[in-house]
Structures are given as C-alpha cells and as structure tokens.
C-alpha cells in the first residue's frame, strides 16, 4: 500500500511508513510514544547524576560536621546522646529519603526508556533499598543502645531488616530469572539479524526491517544512522 503521506509504497502488512515513519493505519500511537522514551531515558540519566551529586556532598557535609571543634565539644546528656549523634541521624534520614524518591523515578522512568528491560529497574531499586536499610539502621542504632535496655528490642529491629532486605533481594532475583530467557533471545537474535543481507534491525523492538527503511514498519521507530552504518561497513 502507498502512504498517505509521501506516497512510498509498502508492504501491505507494515504498520508504519518505513519512509517518513507516518502511520499507515487508524489506533496506532507507537509513533508518539518514541520521543517520550528518549525523554525519559534523558530526565532518567539527570536525576541519577543529581542523586550521584548529593549523596557525596551530604557525606562530606557530615564529615565537616563532626570536624568542627565545637561541635564535638558540645555536652552529651545522661543517657549517652549527643547533638552530633542528632546531626548523623537527621542527615541520614535526609539521605533515605532521597534515596525513596529516586526508587519512584526509577519505578516511574525506567520502563518507558527501556522497554525490553524494565526487569534490570526492579534490580537498581533493591539495590537502593538495601543501602535504605543499611542507613536505617545506622540511624536508629544508637537511639536503641541509648535509650532502651532491653537487647531483645535490637535483636528484633535486626531480623525485621533481615527479613526485609530477603523479600527485596528475592523479588529482584526472581524478575531477573523470569525474564532472562527473553533477553538471550533478544541478544541472539539481534547478533544474527545484523548479519543478513539487506536488512536492518529496530533497536527499539528488534524487528528485522529493510535496508532502506528510515522507519521502522513495526514500532515507528527511526532506524538510527549507526545501525545502516554498522551494515554498510560489513
């Protein structure tokens, strides 16, 4: 069939024009979820930097803190709590919640920008729940030795955050387990269609289009120039 819109022909089975990338058909809107991947992939890739930026300069923040002569000559009260101890505690928090609020980016983000692997976002945020637990932890440790003499208390803060880092690490472990069949597929078939003649793969949904295709006839995905360069210098 010709396209409506530059009048190329193409196969009747193409969903989108493999020319000018338009749809061929009515109730398609792959075209315009391609820009909003690229965009989440990009505001994903900011956020990280932004949180790789901070958590450093809360740490050093920390260090200054409990430098600073001061400070660690402030009185601690009776019961062993000091207002550095306070300080840790708060930044530590401020430092959990940072890390909460980018798990929700992650969970929010990831499968737009990568689709055929929004099992790998399941794997960041358990990583970043486990330093969530971690820093919990840390941070309510002294408030329990200081203020509670009962050592059971600790001994059950211990196995709930034991308890929680298995659930979060077996939940990561089995997406990843399921899915891992797919993604050998998808690697072994992206590896043999690079080596046909006169086609050309969709990095977006790996279907196999013609060499000459500016579009995927598939997704509606532009065929990046790499892909007709890798093929050209075979």
Not at 38 to 47: D, K
Request: with cysteine; net charge neutral.
């Amino acid at each position: 069939m010709n396209c409506p819109y530059c009048d190329t022909q193409n196969d009747p089975s193409y969903q989108f024009c493999m020319n000018c990338g338009k749809s061929l058909g009515k109730g398609t809107t792959a075209p315009k979820q391609a820009p909003l991947a690229r965009s989440s992939s990009e505001l994903l890739g900011v956020l990280t930097v932004r949180l790789l930026l901070a958590l450093p300069g809360l740490w050093l923040i920390r260090t200054i803190i409990n430098w600073l002569p001061f400070a660690r000559e402030l009185p601690v009260s009776e019961t062993g709590f000091s207002v550095l101890m306070f300080i840790n505690m708060m930044i530590s928090i401020i430092v959990v919640l940072l890390l909460l609020s980018y798990t929700g980016t992650v969970r929010g983000l990831w499968p737009q920008a990568y689709p055929r692997y929004r099992e790998v976002g399941f794997v960041i945020m358990a990583v970043v729940y486990i330093g969530v637990l971690i820093l919990v932890y840390n941070a309510f440790l002294p408030l329990i030795v200081v203020f509670s003499d009962d050592p059971s208390i600790l001994i059950v803060f211990q196995a709930l955050l034991l308890l929680f880092s298995a659930i979060i690490l077996g939940y990561a472990f089995l997406g990843v387990y399921r899915k891992l069949p797919a993604w050998l597929t998808m690697i072994r078939q992206d590896q043999l269609f690079s080596f046909k003649d006169n086609m050309v793969v969709c990095l977006n949904c790996g279907h196999l289009n013609d060499m000459n295709a500016a579009f995927c006839s598939t997704c509606g995905q532009q065929i990046t120039n790499v892909n007709k360069l890798d093929k050209e210098n075979e």
